[in-house]
């Protein structure tokens, strides 16, 4: 399968304009929902719903109905200093589609320009509606409340508890804030309050972010930033004394750089980043959606892989291929072209493929490279931590 990030620019968001908004939410309803999945499914339905609601009825007193929107929405687990910060990014169609008559293929409209205090309201209008349903699911009733006692989940629940507020769960160390690296006071950057960003009692939500309909590869590199996985091998260390040193992509207000974990914490910052098993993180909706039954006509054709290119060919032309080569997929997924040389710059070839044993051995001996396979050490079963209670 390719790489997600293209698949949605391909297979799924259509040439419109594209406006990302993420949703965030205070430490307790991060750890709410980052251990039910079901009341994270919920949750994540109220915001689209009324997001998607909103602009349509924007567009309906413009005079176009029946209006109808869509969106892909990605749930992101993790922080930029490996916590568990569970929040949302909705990949929105900025405008909606219509059909003047039954006959006709659904027609985009652009939406209006957004304003501060549009992103205001509806921070507002969702905090109201998901505090409405924790409270009628009983979630917010007790502050001590926790979700159920069985041994593996309550385990569980300690280690994303800590790792939403930053704290070490287990060991020795329990309970005490995570090490950090921070610079001195005055090679700290300057923050500035970003456009189209609102909060509302712990609920943040942003929307600057938007793509036109015709920069498909800087929504390719979103998709990507929104598809990330949570850490990067390259923006971690092992320092002498042992500890795994996390360098943060941007400092923070504080001046911290770097997070500093015991190598038994940095398995809990791990463990809790997990998804439960079988629980989508990326869902579609509105006309977006699997059995919406305008989706074919809006979704991009899958037969080629660029729109612009379809459209240039002559009818003499063969169709464009419905593949793409492995070295394709790695450049478009990874950014790095295995077939040029990284000294010449020239492009490589195949010149041979060698299969006989001998010729090999010349081979790497002449390179003086090992002629044995390196040796694996077993599987072990990690050590149980012991349980304070």
């Not at 478009?332 to 060698?354: M, N, Q, T």
Request: net charge positive.
């Amino acid at each position: 399968m390719a790489d997600l990030a293209a698949q949605l620019c391909d297979r799924v968001l259509p040439g419109v304009p594209i406006r990302q908004w993420v949703l965030t939410f205070p430490w307790k309803i991060r750890f709410l929902l980052a251990f039910d999945p079901e009341l994270q499914k919920h949750v994540r339905r109220i915001f689209i719903t009324t997001i998607l609601r909103w602009m349509e009825k924007r567009a309906e007193r413009r005079g176009l109905a029946p209006a109808k929107g869509g969106a892909a929405i990605l749930v992101q687990r993790f922080g930029s200093a490996l916590n568990l910060n569970l929040h949302f990014h909705a990949l929105v169609l900025d405008g909606v589609y219509s059909i003047e008559n039954p006959s006709a293929q659904p027609e985009f409209h652009e939406a209006s320009a957004l304003r501060d205090s549009d992103v205001l309201a509806l921070t507002r209008i969702l905090h109201d509606r998901i505090i409405r349903a924790l409270r009628r699911r009983g979630h917010l009733a007790d502050e001590g409340d926790v979700p159920p006692d069985e041994p593996d989940d309550l385990l569980l629940a300690m280690i994303s508890a800590a790792s939403v507020h930053g704290r070490v769960a287990l060991g020795s160390k329990a309970g005490t804030p995570i090490a950090r690296v921070r610079v001195d006071p005055g090679k700290r950057p300057t923050f500035v309050p970003g456009e189209l960003c609102a909060d509302w009692e712990g609920f943040s939500l942003h929307a600057k972010v938007r793509i036109e309909h015709d920069q498909r590869d800087k929504l390719e590199r979103l998709c990507r930033y929104v598809a990330r996985p949570p850490l990067a091998i390259e923006r971690l260390s092992l320092l002498p004394d042992g500890r795994v040193a996390h360098e943060l992509r941007r400092p923070w207000r504080d001046g911290t750089t770097h997070m500093l974990f015991d190598p038994l914490t940095f398995i809990e910052r791990l463990a809790a980043l997990v998804p439960r098993p079988r629980r989508p993180l990326l869902t579609y909706h509105g006309v977006l959606a699997p059995a919406a039954s305008w989706r074919d006509s809006i979704v991009p054709v899958p037969d080629s892989d660029d729109s612009s290119e379809r459209c240039s060919h002559s009818p003499d032309e063969p169709p464009a291929k419905r593949w793409r080569t492995w070295a394709e997929l790695m450049k478009r997924a990874f950014e790095v072209d295995v077939l040029v040389c990284p000294h010449c710059h020239g492009a490589r070839k195949l010149i041979s493929l060698i299969t006989d044993p001998p010729v090999i051995r010349r081979i790497l001996s002449h390179l003086k490279l090992p002629l044995e396979f390196p040796f694996v050490t077993p599987a072990r079963a990690p050590p149980e931590p012991s349980l304070p209670f």
